[in-house]
């Protein structure tokens, strides 16, 4: 997949794509379902693909008292993005010039001079440009005017992804409230992948080792992702390299030793490693919520439950 930033002065070129427009934070099952049908129109047009996207949410400039946490950042979003086929992905810049481009503008700007649309997807309650103006009714208006087709899609619901209880509409605000709200399977339903978080292995106490007799990795991860709530998970611990390792992860504030609350720690115990994981870049995937946080009364009750945590995790994960 070709990535075009917005201060590229080649641009993404003259060939005419399809495309469809989004954030696609987490690029879960419902953004991949408006993707795949961009690349049905593309392929019935005989053109490229593309997606439009930005480098920040829009609403860490529109309202950043009430922006979201993310799901991913911008290097697994483009990952995510380039896994689902299209061609070229364009990364615009959101500041506060791009907040007051009317809706109009933008699309001349971008959909006809920059990218040579001739189709564009989007959702069927796609809002756009400066004071959520734009529409698809606006879409069509400048598409008759230039040349290209504007095409609606219905929001993807969670029986796509075989969700019991199914029928609500897949969202990225809809996964972040499920993670918050503990509810792991089915945040990971709708994602259709496993809630994956980056951070840098940093050096803590060194209690896990030392103490308890499981050494952790300290994962330290940016504010503004979303985290699962707080508990102990089943999961994978990922190096560098691509390597997926079973961990049993722990996200909390570790009340057994009275620590005082936030920051959250996020800790994974790597099952049957032994090495060093200190300053490499990671990533923790979430699996499985296996209980909440716990306090208990001594160490050695502490270092049993582990011992229950890390047995249940090795089961899980092996049988896949």
Do not use: C
Request: glycine share 12%; net charge negative; aromatic share 6%.
């Amino acid at each position: 997949m070709q990535v075009v930033r917005a201060d590229d002065a080649s641009g993404a070129g003259r060939a005419p794509v399809a495309l469809t427009i989004g954030f696609f934070d987490g690029v879960h099952l419902g953004h991949q379902a408006l993707i795949a049908a961009t690349r049905r129109r593309a392929a019935e047009l005989g053109v490229g693909t593309a997606v439009v996207t930005f480098d920040r949410h829009p609403a860490t400039v529109v309202r950043p008292e009430s922006a979201p946490r993310l799901l991913t950042d911008l290097d697994q979003r483009l990952e995510r993005l380039a896994a689902t086929g299209v061609d070229l992905t364009l990364v615009l810049g959101f500041d506060d010039v791009r907040a007051k481009e009317e809706p109009e503008d933008f699309a001349t700007e971008v959909l006809v001079e920059r990218l040579a649309a001739r189709a564009v997807v989007v959702g069927a309650d796609f809002h756009f440009g400066h004071g959520r103006r734009g529409d698809v009714g606006l879409l069509r208006a400048v598409g008759h005017d230039h040349g290209f087709s504007v095409h609606a899609v219905e929001l993807a619901g969670t029986e796509l992804a075989g969700a019991a209880g199914g029928g609500g509409v897949i969202s990225s605000t809809a996964i972040r409230r499920a993670l918050a709200e503990g509810d792991l399977d089915r945040a990971n339903t709708m994602l259709g992948r496993d809630h994956e978080v980056r951070g840098l292995v940093e050096r803590g106490d060194g209690r896990g080792a030392a103490e308890l007799g499981y050494p952790t990795a300290n994962v330290a991860i940016d504010a503004g992702i979303q985290l699962p709530a707080p508990g102990i998970y089943a999961g994978w611990y990922v190096r560098p390299g691509g390597e997926a390792m079973p961990a049993a992860i722990s996200l909390g504030w570790r009340p057994t030793f009275a620590r005082a609350s936030p920051p959250l720690l996020l800790e994974a115990h790597v099952l049957d490693f032994e090495g060093d994981l200190y300053g490499e870049q990671a990533a923790v995937r979430f699996r499985q919520r296996l209980h909440d946080e716990e306090r208990f009364e001594s160490v050695d009750a502490l270092v049993a439950q582990i011992e229950r945590d890390v047995s249940a995790t090795r089961a899980l994960l092996a049988s896949g």
